[in-house]
């Protein structure tokens, strides 16, 4: 069963019509209802600041947030008006707690997020690394959309990368309600040719699993060759024409991501297609 309720994450209005995009074709696929989610910003006064703020401030900083909301609702209302399925823009205030909080208490009840990658240059500070927030805590599936991204519909041509683990497993489950009929899927494992991709017991299990479910599935080994998880899954991805790279995501500790770095941060830094993230 295709996703029947789908939250899309809109920080600007830029890259709401980026998300927007991508999101009505699957909500019109899959007849989901699509809610467009906008947090406003909280002014927070540090009460331990002995500072004084005056009344005009208050006023533009709130005359600014409503006019990008109504900014972004516009470019909702004008992808959605003509559409079939029922849409709703939902615009939620963050008070004292992050944008990224805000999204993930929407996120726990919808089958699928969308969200647009980080963007230093626009988002406001509550929404840093809200991405990573919401795959982390929001138990949901996310997909992340690389900045002005305008490629093709998704659903009939998927790459997973595969590792015998709890989060790549979940990732493969949740991308089966995602998959057009008869769609094409690469099951790609990177790693040193330490195992023989024909006594590669559990990713030909996970490929004949999806072949039963209708799926044209390829399974393939890939050594790194001294490139990154991230690049050779990129690289695989422009040479299937993968519409979609389906990945699990911080299979590590949050000490071993930071001293060590993860491929979960490195899609997320830079991909030139769609990434399903699944935790």
């Known amino acids: 069963m295709g996703p029947k309720t789908i939250l899309v994450c809109l920080t600007t209005p830029d890259h709401a019509a980026t998300l927007l995009r991508l999101a009505v074709p699957l909500a019109r696929k899959h007849g989901a209802h ?31 947030q409503r006019e990008e909301a109504e900014a972004i609702k516009d470019v909702f209302q004008q992808y959605t ?10 615009l939620v205030r963050a008070e004292a707690s992050s944008a990224s909080e805000r999204m993930i208490e929407s996120a726990r009840a919808a089958d699928l997020v969308i969200m647009a990658h980080e963007d230093k240059n626009s988002d406001r500070f509550d929404q840093r690394h809200a991405q990573s927030q919401v795959i982390r805590e929001s138990g ?10 305008d490629g093709p519909e998704i659903g009939s041509n998927f790459l997973l990368g595969w590792s015998d683990t709890r989060e790549a497993a979940r990732a493969a489950h949740d991308m089966l309600g995602l998959a057009d009929e008869g ?11 330490s195992k023989d991709a024909l006594t590669d017991s559990d990713a030909i299990d996970m490929s004949e699993m999806f072949a039963r479910h209708g799926l044209k599935t390829t399974l393939e080994h890939r050594e790194p060759m001294g490139d990154s998880i991230a690049d050779v ?7 299937k024409g993968a519409d979609l790279i389906v990945t699990g995501a911080f299979g590590h500790s949050r000490a071993y991501d ?21 935790k």
Do not use: C, W
């Not at 809610?35 to 005009?56: K, Q, R, W």
């Not at 008006?81 to 939902?90: C, I, K, L, P």
């Not at 949901?140 to 991204?149: A, E, H, N, T």
């Not at 770095?261 to 769609?274: R, S």
């Open 34 to 64: 699509l809610i467009g989610l906008h947090t406003i910003e909280a002014l927070v006064v540090y009460p331990g600041i002995a500072m004084h703020i005056p009344e005009s401030a208050f006023a533009s900083f709130n005359k600014s």
């Open 81 to 90: 008006r003509a559409e079939d399925f029922v849409s709703e823009y939902r």
């Open 140 to 149: 949901r599936p996310v997909i992340v959309v690389p900045l002005d991204y």
């Open 183 to 193: 769609a094409e899927l690469t099951v790609l494992r990177v790693s040193k040719a």
């Open 233 to 239: 899954l990129g690289t695989v991805a422009f040479e």
């Open 258 to 278: 930071f001293v060590i770095g993860a491929t979960t941060y490195a899609l997320l830094k830079d991909q030139k297609v769609p990434v399903l993230f699944s």
